[in-house]
């Protein structure tokens, strides 16, 4: 199996599979297993928008059921005429080209369960075009319906047959592919996302869509709306000047459902089983056949390179702001020009400002302001006396309040003399 052109969707680094081929790794150790089923889930869970994104397993159920039957079979037939004859046209491209050995490259975004994807590797194969196929739907369900149908029918292919499928669960808006690698892509009735798709498809690569006509089901439309308005949808204006329109094709015809399970079938594939009242159901319900009008347009692109833009650049040696850092700048070879001596203005510098030292030293020298004295207080000759002699060594002159404690001191030591001092060693 050839798995060179899958990318990593957590780093962007290429893909390879191991040698058992059930799983695939990048540079970066980033691994992803095989289901048993045959598909690779690459569609990260912060990407997700749901739990389980895309058609529900009930809406899958009922398109397999429905496109088995072959109703949209010309609509199949159709897109796999203009596939074979894109893909002829590049293997006539590559007979000289060192490449011509390499395999072509054929992308369905948004494969659903299969159906298309399928017969479109069969009629590449039956037109012995080697080709690698990738269906590629964020749904899982559908996925792994796909994936069930392309291993089934695997048994019945001719041996000989080098071309393989892979199925992978990721989304059209980061497409794990690397870029310019795709040589075909189409979309059938789904949004189309040209910005996602030009990423991925080669230059001079062609892209198929398909879409609704304004006829498409409007039998069964009639009988679940009051009103039909008219879808204005237009492909080219869609996609941008990254591809050019080359091919366009119509599909019409009208086909009868011819049972009530057929009628619910078309209904639980597509969007009106949700914009549906429930009484246009039950209406609908009691029918046994309903003849409608299938109306698909067929666009075939041609995807463009880029334009690049160029900004001239300007002269007189200005620097350009957008160019790039390692663009010369070119020198400006006009002289300077001399300016005039009395052009030149001096900046005024202003004189220091002097001060006479006879100034100095006349300056007046104001007086120190003088504390208050505090007025002394006269004591009696006899007081004073006994103080003196009582508190001949007292430095402080705090004779009465030094007596006090004296006294104090005394009497407490006098008190203590002969008590046990509780705080002495026994």
């Known amino acids: 199996m050839t798995a060179s052109i899958l990318l990593c969707p957590v780093c962007k680094e290429s893909l390879h599979a191991n040698e058992s081929n059930k799983s695939l790794s990048c540079v970066n150790n980033h691994s992803f297993d ?9 569609l990260l869970a912060h990407k997700k928008k749901s739990k389980n994104p895309g058609d529900s397993q009930e809406m899958v159920i009922a ?44 992308l369905d975004i948004g494969c659903g369960e299969g159906y298309y994807s ?11 075009i080697k080709h690698t196929l990738f269906g590629l ?22 041996a000989a047959n080098t071309s393989t499928s892979e199925w992978l669960v990721a989304s059209a808006i980061d497409i794990p592919l690397q870029a310019h690698s795709v040589d075909i892509a189409t979309c059938l009735f789904t949004r189309l996302m040209p910005e996602s798709y030009h990423k991925v498809i080669k230059q001079d690569g062609f892209f198929i869509c398909v879409n609704t006509g304004e006829k498409h089901l409007i039998e069964l439309r009639e009988k679940l709306y009051e009103e039909i308005t008219k879808a204005e949808f237009d492909p080219v204006k869609n996609m941008g000047d990254d591809f050019e329109l080359i091919d366009h094709q119509q599909v019409s015809y009208q086909n009868t459902l011819s049972s009530q399970q057929q009628i619910q079938d078309l209904l639980l594939m597509t969007p009106h089983n949700w914009r549906t009242k429930a009484d246009k159901k039950e209406s609908l319900a009691s029918l046994e056949a309903l003849t409608v ?4 347009q067929i666009h075939v692109f041609k995807a463009k390179a880029k334009a690049v833009v160029e900004v001239e650049p300007k002269t007189s040696g200005s620097v350009n702001p957008w160019a790039k850092s390692t663009a010369e700048i070119e020198p400006n070879t006009q002289p300077i020009p001399e300016m005039p001596a009395e052009a030149i203005t001096e900046l005024p510098v202003e004189a220091p400002i002097e001060m006479p030292i006879k100034a100095l030293t006349e300056m007046p ?4 302001t003088e504390l208050p004295t505090a007025t002394p207080v006269e004591i009696p000759a006899a007081e004073n006396a006994q103080s003196k002699a009582a508190n001949s060594n007292n430095p402080w002159g705090k004779a009465k309040v030094d007596v006090e404690e004296s006294s104090v001191k005394e009497e407490t030591a006098t008190e203590s003399k002969g008590k046990p001092n509780p705080w002495s060693k026994s």
């Open 34 to 42: 095989r289901a048993r089923q045959g598909y690779l889930n690459l």
């Open 293 to 296: 009008t299938i109306d698909a």
């Open 63 to 106: 398109r397999q059921a429905f496109l088995n039957s072959d109703f949209y079979r010309p609509i199949s037939d159709s897109l796999n005429q203009i596939v074979v004859d894109c893909g002829l046209k590049i293997s006539a491209s590559k007979l000289d080209a060192p490449e011509k050995e390499n395999p072509l490259q054929v």
């Open 118 to 128: 399928q017969r479109m590797h069969h009629s590449l194969s039956d037109h012995q």
């Open 365 to 368: 020298i104001e007086a120190p």
């Open 137 to 158: 739907d964020i749904s899982k369900d559908a996925v792994i319906a796909a994936a069930k149908r392309a291993k089934a029918e695997a048994n019945k292919e001719d």
